[in-house]
Each structure stands twice: as C-alpha cells, then as structure tokens.
C-alpha cells in the first residue's frame, strides 16, 4: 500500500515515521514546496548563528510526547527556565501581564486592580476574545495591554475572533492579583517555565533528527509544490510541477485553504469554506547589535503601535552556539496579511522600519550600533480564529472525511498547534489511517 503526504514540514515527516514500520505501507512519498523540508521548523542562518521562523522552544503539558521529542534530540538539547517580559511604556513587566502590576505607573496600576476587582463583566458570557478578556481581566489589564498587543500580532480585532486562542487562560485570583500589585511578582503559565532547546542547529536540529529516522520506504520530494489532486477509483493522482505521483492513500498537511483550491470536483460548499479561513503571514527581521542593553531576558511582548515588531527575542539567551562575542543578536516579528500595505513595502523600507523600532525601545541607541542584518517573509505562520472558524473548519473536515482524505498537521487542521501538538497529531492520524484497512 503506497501513500501520498502533501507536505513536509513536522507533521508530514512525523506522520511518515509513525507510519512506515506498518507491513501493510511499502512506499510513502511526501511533496514538499520548499527546497528542503521542515516547514516552520526550519532555521536559517544569520552572522553564522542558526536562526529559526519565531521562537520555538520544546515544551508540553503531554509529558509522553515531549519526552518522545526530547528522545529524538539526543544529547543535542539542555534545559532553560523562561524569562520573558512586557515593555509597556518604557517599563519592563514580567510575562503574564497580570502576575507583575507592581511595574506600572501608579495610576496604570490603579487600572487594572480596580476593573479586575470591580468588573461589571464578570457574569456575562464571552462569545469572542475581547469579551474574555473583560470578562476574565476587567477593563485596566484589557485595554492596556490585552486588546493593543492581539491587535497588534492577528491585525484583526479580537471583538471578530472566537475564544479558541484565550480560554484556556484561567481566571487570576483575587489575592493573587493584590500581590502582584503590591509588589510580588507571580509565575505564570509554570507547564511553560522551563523549556528545552537544541544546543545547535535551531530548531531545524529537531525536525533533520525525526527525518533520520525515515526508513527506505519513504522519500521526500523536495521543490514538488502541489498543482492538483484528483480522486481515481481506487486511490489518488497528485500532479506536481514536474512529476505525478499515484498512491493508495492521502495525507495533507498543506494548508487546508490551499487543498480546497487544489482538489478536482471539490463541492461548492467546502471550496467556499476554504476561501473563507483566514491567516497571516510572518516577517522574521535579525539584527546583529554591538551593545547588550536589556540584561539576559528572552522574549519581550511590545504592544506600543508605533513599533513595527510585535516581539523581539534575543537569541544569545539560547546558548553559547547563538552567541557571538561581543554582540548580541535580536529576532523581531512582524505579522501580516496578503495585500496589506506591509506585503508592499520593499525589504530596505522594512529594515529602517525595524531598525527604528529597536532604538525606540532602547535596544540600541542609533543605527550604527547594527553590525548585521537579515529579513525573510514567510507564509502561513499563525491561524486567524475568527467567528466563522469552527463553521468553516467543520465544513471542511466532513467534507474531506467524506473523500477518505486525512488531514494533518497545523496547517493541515487549520489550527494553532505548537510542535508538541502536531507530534502528538500525526501519532493519532497514523492510527487512523492503519485502522481504515
């Protein structure tokens, strides 16, 4: 039996190995777009220190699936404890917001104790992310910093976004909230407190350490973007821009919208469900600085909208093989849509931009502290969960379930999956496509 993967980023290489040891698959062909795969888990390099597509850090409530992540690591990993902050207003606030309120300004402060302590809706329903935040928060913590910075990374507004994203987030006590005023700063979020990285390599370590793994049966074809996918009788034909493939069975992990422009016959419905979801791209800006202006932190949120870059980390925080001396090294993140005015602006135009937002926020004073610079688009990096999402994606999925096609991954799914999640998919889509047979 021979399978067809669209796709080989983390979840079209994972599936392909909890796959191929089945006796019933003799082959599995993954296409993959790109000239190498790994999809967001690629890294790129930047000044000779590898770099990834945002921040990914090794992290899981699911203790099975991470210790299986960190096992494919080897002795290329240690463990970090997470130090992330806020800059709000030019003041450092330990991440979550909430759980360090002793950092703002006295009247700021006064904000966000009183509407989380007087919140009026409290006892209301939330239908989508801003009503969750003034439900769960109050106005101070929400409008301060919530609503600015979720506008900021989805350039959509959270009133038009379901709560898939947020309600997970649990409700802070009362007392805790006091403490963080008075001055005691919480921890939040502790299953994401330490975190475990690759000593080298990025991220991309990770995902070459799974493809390893690979056996014989299973080659991937890189450069191989996907032009049409029909149904025959009895399996598939899958046409690329060079080659055709025919296989037994169907996997995507390409982004679902795409399949649902790609698939011959496909109904109405499903198609127009397709073209409904909606995601932003990203832009990863590097820059090498001369000078260490922010101690040893990790991650800083910026929610402020005349800053270009909704986060900056730095880099070094992540070992001595992403450390140059006598540097530092910042990734920035700017997220956007297809046909926005960002899509437009030329790479010089982004670097003033993003070299301006460094030295307004202080991590560097003029630009000739920038010894080095890097800026890469990528496409599909963050689901939008708007209000029609669930509908749509319910769509989508009956629809292809009906066809016998296995969708799988992030993209696959059209859901905000960490690299933990996608694992833990692909384990439980493999299961699925054994037991079709």
């Known amino acids: 039996m021979k399978v067809i993967i669209l796709g080989g980023g983390l979840a079209g290489i994972s599936l392909a190995c909890f796959l191929q040891d089945a006796p019933e698959i003799t082959a599995i062909d993954i296409l993959e777009k790109e000239s190498e795969p790994g999809g967001l888990c690629r890294s790129f390099l930047h000044n000779g220190i590898a770099v990834d597509i945002g921040p990914h850090i090794f992290f899981s409530k699911d203790k099975g699936t991470l210790n299986f992540m960190l096992d494919m690591l080897g002795e290329n990993k240690h463990e970090l404890r997470r130090s992330n902050r806020i800059l709000h207003k030019g003041r450092f606030v330990q991440y979550p917001f909430e759980n360090d309120l ?40 929400t409008n301060l910093y919530l609503r600015p910075y979720n506008e900021k990374i989805w350039k959509f507004d959270p009133a038009f ?35 475990s990285y690759p000593k080298a390599g990025g991220t991309a370590a990770f995902v070459k350490a799974f493809a390893s793994k ?21 399996g598939w034909r899958v046409a690329a821009a060079n080659a055709e493939f025919e296989g037994d069975l169907l996997a995507s992990c390409i982004p679902v919208n795409i399949l649902t422009e790609i698939y011959k016959g496909i109904d109405e419905r499903a198609a127009e469900a397709g073209r409904s979801l909606r995601h932003n791209n990203i832009i990863i800006a590097m820059a ?150």
């Open 102 to 141: 002793s950092k703002l300004s006295e009247g700021d402060r006064a904000k966000c104790v009183n509407g989380f302590l007087q919140n009026p809706y409290r006892d209301y329903p939330a239908n989508n992310m801003l009503q969750f935040f003034l439900k769960i928060f109050g106005e101070g913590i």
């Open 161 to 195: 976004m379901d709560t898939q994203m947020v309600e997970r987030i649990p409700r802070p006590a009362d007392e805790d909230i006091l403490r963080s005023a008075a001055g005691e700063t919480i921890d939040g979020y502790t299953h994401q407190l330490y975190f």
């Open 214 to 234: 690979l056996n014989e049966k299973v080659k991937i074809h890189a450069s191989c973007e996907v032009n049409s996918v029909l149904k025959l009788n009895n």
């Open 288 to 437: 090498t600085v001369s000078m260490n202006r922010v101690g040893n932190d990790f991650a800083f949120m910026v929610a402020d909208p005349d800053v270009i870059f909704h986060r900056i980390n730095k880099v070094d925080f992540l070992g001595e093989n992403y450390h140059k001396d006598g540097t530092v090294t910042y990734m920035m993140e700017y997220t956007y849509r297809d046909g926005d005015k960002t899509a437009a602006l030329s790479d010089e135009e982004l670097q003033e931009r993003f070299i301006d937002g460094l030295i307004k926020i202080g991590f560097a004073y003029n630009a000739n502290e920038v010894l080095s610079f890097t800026l890469k688009r990528f496409p599909y990096a963050y689901v939008i969960y708007d209000l029609e999402h669930k509908k749509n994606m319910a769509e989508i999925r009956n629809y292809f379930n009906g066809q016998k096609i296995f969708l799988n991954g992030r993209f696959g799914n059209f859901e905000y999956w960490n690299m933990d999640a996608v694992v833990a998919e692909s384990r439980k889509t493999a299961k699925k496509i054994m037991e079709v047979q």
